[in-house]
């Protein structure tokens, strides 16, 4: 297929390439669930390619020169996540970047690469450092935490294999970030995990608010994800203030010495928005739609919270992965956060640094409101509020043509 019949635009891809499969069994992951969507009816199994929880190196090589060709950009992303994509093994990923060269055509080709770590050993490293991987490892912070939910298969805690896995990244100078889950264990902690993760030698840090609904909740006769009205969480989801809390404890901390130093995903996306520019979290931003998934048997998803029956695009096999980027149902999906508001919401003081947060996380009903509103409305308002006379420092601080660790000696000031 010539590369003029691409349809191309700009779009962000997560590829899991061993799907739901993984070494832990973290009680938290959503994921984990969609082997039996995978393997599920036979209807289900109609609709798209046999399901595999293997990328094939046919459906690789295929990936990787279609999402190239279809993007309008001459920097393209590969993100690999999972279940935990070591599992693909270390040749898949040495055939995946050979497939990026062949087909790079003078575009800068990087990958990212989210793991829980425990494979990781001398050869990851050393591969992730020949070809310059960013490696995101999940960690939740202290020993005592951590163990808690991130636990093999065989039920053993993992936290002292995650940090030698970073000790092994440090050694071979891999570039590397934290992913940490804030769940119903570390929610009051914030302070406490932001000095464990820096300990470990983190300076990128990015934190993920665990807010599910119990199975047994979720109407699925139409294949969307669809809680009902009186939907019970799970027991390790994070409270509705205690992200809120968390992130707070973490802001306090790292405004006062670690501006410029340390660098948090949701904090660089609140300055970007303080600043007149649109938020790099998808979170924060208007609209979704923007990260897709591809899954390891070509089939492409909307999000990746959102990988439903009726949420699937197509199969890269059968339509142009640019299309379906662009196709009419995502946009659909993408705009669907903005118009689906509560008054409540739209009225919000602080509406435009979170536009309503994920959707999925919209599981409140209010009285007199066509549409739910978020589980975690309390946290966003905290903390946007709590870090406001910051940000705005921040933000004037830049515009000046200064640096935002600038203010910390001025807030250190104001204490």
């Known amino acids: 297929m010539a590369g003029s019949n691409f349809q191309k635009a700009r779009f962000h891809m997560m590829a899991k390439p061993a799907s739901y499969r993984c070494n832990l069994k973290c009680d938290y992951c959503f994921y984990l669930e969609k082997e039996e969507m995978m393997h599920g009816s036979a209807a289900e199994k109609s609709s798209s390619p046999q399901s595999s929880d293997q990328m094939s190196d046919s459906m690789l090589k295929r990936y990787v020169r279609d999402y190239i ?17 070591t599992l693909a093994g270390l040749d898949f990923f040495r055939n995946a970047v050979k497939y990026q060269k062949q087909y790079a055509d003078g575009k800068t080709i990087t990958n990212s690469f989210q793991t829980n770590a425990v494979a990781i050993n001398r050869q990851w490293a050393q591969f992730f450092a020949e070809n310059n991987f960013l490696i995101g490892v999940s960690v939740d912070g202290s020993a005592e935490v951590h163990d808690k939910y991130r636990i093999s298969v065989n039920g053993k805690p993992t936290f002292e294999r995650v940090k030698h ?16 889950v804030i769940n119903d264990q570390n ?16 300076v990128h840090f990015q934190f993920i608010p665990i807010v599910e609904v119990e199975q047994h909740c979720q109407q699925s006769t139409t294949g969307h994800y669809s809680p009902t009205a009186d939907a019970t969480l799970t027991h390790f989801s994070v409270p509705a203030d205690g992200y809120g809390q968390f992130m707070t404890e973490v802001f306090d901390e790292w405004i006062k010495e670690d501006v410029g130093r340390i660098f948090i995903r949701m ?31 070509g089939d492409v998803y909307s999000c990746d919270h959102y990988v439903y029956p009726a949420n699937r695009l197509g199969n890269i096999t059968q339509t142009n992965i640019g299309k379906l980027a662009t196709s009419k149902q995502q946009q659909r999906f993408g705009s669907a956060k903005s118009t689906k508001l509560t008054s409540l919401c739209q009225q919000c003081e602080v509406n435009v640094l979170c ?22 409305c309390a946290s966003y308002k905290r903390i946007f509020t709590h870090t406001a006379p910051a940000m705005h420092l921040m933000a004037q601080e830049i515009q000046g043509g200064g640096v935002a660790a600038n203010v910390m000696p001025m807030l250190a000031n104001m204490r």
Not at 69 to 85: K, Y
Not at 165 to 180: G, P, R
Not at 278 to 297: H, L, R, T, Y
């Open 69 to 85: 060709r279809s993007q309008d950009s001459d920097e393209i992303d590969f993100a690999w996540q999972g279940g935990e994509p």
């Open 187 to 202: 929610w009051n902690k914030g302070r406490e995990t932001y000095h464990a993760l820096k300990a470990l030698g983190s």
């Open 165 to 180: 896995a970073i000790s092994l990244l440090k050694e071979f100078n891999v570039q590397f970030n934290t992913l940490t």
């Open 355 to 376: 536009h309503g947060g994920c959707p999925k996380h919209r599981l409140v009903p209010i009285s007199g409101e066509k549409h739910k509103q978020n589980y975690l």
């Open 267 to 297: 904090f660089d996306s609140m300055l970007a928005t303080w600043m007149g520019y649109p938020a790099s979290v998808c979170v924060q931003a208007k609209d979704c739609g923007q990260a897709m998934v591809i899954e390891s048997n």
